[in-house]
């Protein structure tokens, strides 16, 4: 009878506790020694497990990534050309870009000649874009302020030679691109926005170890190719044969209509990208040749559509995909 008794009271319910009461006892169980349903040595295995646990979880994941950046090389990528996701075909950019609180989507270059805070939007950018490549200056907070560190620009000033089609570059070195002779062209002109006959900047994107197969006679040049161009090459050609080692580039309005709206175009410094620029091997201060695409005097009023190309045997062309060219809007009120 006693034992049975000893078992009632063993198995007997816990006593009833309201709410407030039981979230106490949760909290710490002062008859047990028990602080959130566990005791002291229990708390102390499972921290000590998990400690162990995710230590051996971060040796692991560093020593697979140690591994990892041991198969890279940080001046040269492992996969390139054709064997890269970006191939081995380079496209083309412009510049000014519409500003980023427009449509980022949007190719077009839409301002008032009569307008100085309009015009300056726009010459703002290309003074961003030619001031951070080609100029050393960095960007903070939206805006141009300070120089790159002295010991960096020196690095990279000393890697820059003046190149030429008989001089091109030694192993180590880069090629300067003076701009300073691009009138009309250049900043104290505001690139000629004002005059309403703008200046849009080209350049070639990069790919590393990419090197163009020039058209550099005036033979087997392609039947599309801009007559224009073609009269181009043949006159470089006359005056020496290194002087058509260049990517070319040609502008024209898309439609018919665009190219009676379109008028002349010039090319500062000259038609296109000099092969002594090729190839990328990400050398340090190096600087990707531009083209200033000046014209001269496109009607005032109407959208213009244009498409810009780059020539070369080893740039295939596409339109739709816009390989090997570039399209933007130009629109001058």
């Known amino acids: 009878m006693a034992d049975k008794k000893v078992a009632e009271q063993y198995y007997a319910p816990p006593p009833k506790m309201g709410k407030w009461e039981g979230f106490k006892t949760f909290l710490w169980n002062g008859e047990t020694s028990q602080c959130l349903g566990r005791t002291g040595s229990s708390w102390a295995k499972i921290l000590f497990f998990y400690v162990c646990f ?33 191939g081995s075909n380079p496209g083309l950019g412009f510049r000014p870009t519409p500003p980023e609180y427009q449509n980022v989507e949007s190719s077009l270059i839409w301002y008032k000649a009569s307008d100085n805070g309009n015009v300056e939007i726009w010459t703002k950018l290309i003074d961003e874009f030619l001031e951070r490549k ?12 300070h120089p790159i560190p002295y010991a960096a620009y020196t690095v990279e000033e000393d890697n820059r030679v003046d190149c030429s089609f ?5 192993e180590g070195k880069v090629c300067k691109v003076p701009m300073t002779n691009w009138s009309p062209c250049v900043k104290e002109n505001r690139y000629n926005f004002k005059k309403k006959s703008p200046c849009i900047f080209l350049k070639l994107n990069k790919i590393y170890n990419w090197v163009p197969d020039m058209y550099n006679t005036s033979t087997n040049l392609p039947e599309k190719m801009p007559e224009d161009l073609k009269e181009h090459i043949r006159g470089e050609e006359a005056r020496g044969n290194k002087n058509t080692n260049v990517v ?8 018919p209509a665009d190219n009676e709206h379109i008028g002349a175009i010039q090319y500062i410094p000259r038609r296109g990208f000099p092969g002594y620029f090729f190839p990328y091997k990400n050398v340090d201060g190096y600087l990707p040749p531009v083209v200033a695409v000046y014209f001269e005097k496109p009607k005032t009023g109407v959208l213009i559509n244009i498409e810009c190309k780059a020539w070369a045997r080893n740039i295939m062309y596409d339109r739709a995909e816009r390989r090997g060219s570039v399209h933007f809007e130009l629109m001058i009120d």
């Open 134 to 145: 080609y100029y050393g200056l960095r960007k903070q907070n939206g805006y141009l302020t």
């Open 166 to 170: 008989d001089n091109p570059p030694p």
């Open 248 to 255: 070319w580039v040609s502008c024209s309005g898309e439609n």
């Open 54 to 86: 995710y230590a051996a979880l971060v040796g692991f994941f560093a020593a697979m990534l140690a591994v990892f950046w041991q198969t890279l090389d940080m001046r040269m990528p492992k996969y390139q050309l054709d064997s890269s996701l970006i």
